[in-house]
């Protein structure tokens, strides 16, 4: 069974908990990232964990994006 879900929300809720773990960087970086993974996993059958799994992924690409 999947879930309805409001992209846009699950991008803003996505974007303002990392910001509060990356503060220096950019917002609009963080929602451009959240956005990608999001439009990525809307696209799989299953949508019940897609805010989870969007900022987890999100959060593996900026740490990524810090060491280099």
């Known amino acids: ?3 309805d879900f409001d992209e846009e929300v699950v991008i803003s809720q996505i974007t303002e908990r990392l910001l509060e773990k990356f503060p220096t960087v950019d917002p609009a970086r963080i929602t451009e990232l ?3 993974e999001v439009r990525t996993l809307a696209k799989l059958p299953v949508q ?3 805010s989870v799994l969007g900022e987890r992924a999100v959060k ?3 740490k990524e994006e810090r060491r280099t």
């Open 1 to 3: 069974m999947t879930t």
């Open 34 to 36: 959240a956005r990608e």
């Open 48 to 50: 019940d964990y897609i």
């Open 60 to 62: 593996k690409r900026l």
